[in-house]
């Protein structure tokens, strides 16, 4: 349990509040994990009273736990010209906390600003001018800027109200359980820290796609795309998991000097091993332009230029309107010599697996002596299952995230440093994009992008 908090949700109305913020504050109230709280959502447009609201943001399952969490929550509308009732109603809901259990200044704010770009800096001067930043932690929803030069200015205007370490900038991948055993597998286990390297490490795939299509989300697509959407935040973010130097220790600063390090190596990216795609059928989506040229499929080839990585290829793939929703990174092993057994082994090499799913696995594909009189070689798999090894339930990536925010942890938020260097490997490409080559939907992707990873191809679909 941290300090009493006021919760302060912009956007509250949006789909992000709706699917993931207040179900997780839910879960975290019912699991006994919530400080004393008072949950204030705001937005431009009032979507009527505090009841109508609350019922609008109601789990189907709720019962009188949520009668009893619903009480905390309520709406206030605001702008970034007038913050004024806001500001009025979170001073209200700090002396509600102050009187119910006999404190003095001990409350603090976390200030969620899920907002679209163009209001991000505007509301950082609403914070100001109103007091609310005062006492506050602030949680940015991504992106961080649509380029490097708008995301100095957006964390010239941040830092310029708030302390850094005040600031946490989201990115829910890495608040996944699966994400974050990639530090428990490498750093914790004698096995594997050893052979996490260019010796041993032939290449490593990160690949999201996305079995669903845009959904409705026209205008974010077509003013963001994929690249920027999922490139320069989650992959690189995962990329930099698997690919950092061993931290002095698994503190904030020391992980984030190792994931910024990564990223400073990071060869340039080549053009011809970067793939744009689009799927049939999307410029038919309501609010898509006719001539629309947006990719809504990436997939790449990057080089991280130190001695543990020298020549090892990380390929990189999401995209809508895939074959399957999956989320998974494969390393795959150098081969050793395999003439000593009699016939022809197979030639798929070792690969471990990790599946960042809800219910995450851990799966090393290994060759083994099939049993019976002669010596032949096949494939077996040696798997992990988190949900079947541990009796514990894991917490869903935003409800992790809310809970560090409010006590001020920084772990597996992304630091300012590393928001401006993803941007400064990423502005070339968006400078002169490739041409967004057609793909079916329920594919995998342009044939050139099938064919970046070379013969072995990608280990999705899964054998």
Request: charged share 25%; aromatic share 8%; proline share 7%.
């Amino acid at each position: 349990m941290t300090a009493p908090h006021v919760l302060v949700l912009f956007g509250a109305s949006g789909d992000l509040a709706k699917r993931k913020l207040f179900p997780g504050l839910f879960h975290l109230h019912r699991a006994g994990l919530l400080p004393d709280v008072r949950i204030i959502g705001t937005g431009r447009h009032s979507p009527g009273t505090d009841e109508e609201f609350r019922a609008k943001v109601a789990p189907e399952d709720g019962g009188a736990e949520w009668d009893e969490f619903a009480a905390t929550i309520r709406f206030v509308v605001s702008s970034a010209e007038d913050g004024d009732d806001l500001a009025t109603a979170v001073a209200e809901a700090e002396k509600d906390l102050r009187d119910g259990d006999g404190g003095d200044d001990g409350v603090r704010r976390l200030l969620y600003l899920s907002v679209p770009p163009s209001a991000m800096q505007p509301m950082i001067a609403m914070l100001e001018s109103t007091g609310l930043h005062e006492r506050a932690h602030l949680v940015l929803e991504k992106p961080f800027g649509h380029d490097l030069a708008s995301a100095k200015e957006l964390n010239a205007t941040v830092l310029d109200v708030f302390d850094e370490s005040a600031v946490f900038r989201i990115d829910h991948f890495l608040g996944k359980e699966a994400v974050q055993n990639i530090l428990a597998l490498r750093f914790a286990n004698g096995l594997m820290e050893p052979v996490w390297n260019s010796r041993h490490i032939a290449y490593v795939q990160i690949d999201v796609p996305e079995e669903i299509g845009i959904e409705g989300r026209a205008s974010f697509m077509e003013s963001t795309g994929t690249f920027r959407d999922m490139i320069s935040t989650h992959l690189f973010q995962l990329l930099g998991f698997v690919a950092l130097e061993p931290p002095v220790r698994l503190d904030p600063d020391s992980l984030h000097q190792e994931k910024a390090k990564v990223f400073r190596a990071v060869r340039e990216l080549d053009p011809s091993k970067v793939v744009f795609g689009q799927y049939d059928g999307y410029r038919d989506e309501e609010g898509v332009a006719d001539d629309s040229t947006r990719e809504t499929f990436v997939a790449l080839e990057a080089y991280i230029d130190n001695w543990r990585w020298h020549g090892v290829p990380f390929f990189l793939r999401t995209g809508k309107a895939l074959a399957e929703g999956r989320r998974t990174i494969t390393l795959g092993f150098r081969e050793p010599p395999l003439r000593m057994f009699p016939g022809d082994p197979d030639g798929s090499p070792n690969e471990l697996v990790l599946e960042l799913t809800d219910e995450p696995e851990i799966s090393l594909e290994v060759r083994a002596k099939v049993p019976g009189p002669g010596f032949h070689l096949k494939h077996a798999r040696l798997d992990l299952k988190f949900e079947e090894a541990f009796d514990a339930e894991p917490l869903e990536a935003y409800e992790k995230l809310l809970l560090d925010a409010m006590e001020g942890n920084h772990l597996l938020f992304t630091s300012t440093v590393e928001v401006e260097q993803l941007w400064e490997l990423c502005d070339p490409v968006l400078a002169d994009p490739p041409e967004a080559l057609p793909y079916e939907q329920g594919s995998w992707g342009p044939q050139a992008a099938l064919e970046l990873p070379g013969g072995r191809g990608w280990r999705l679909p899964g054998k």
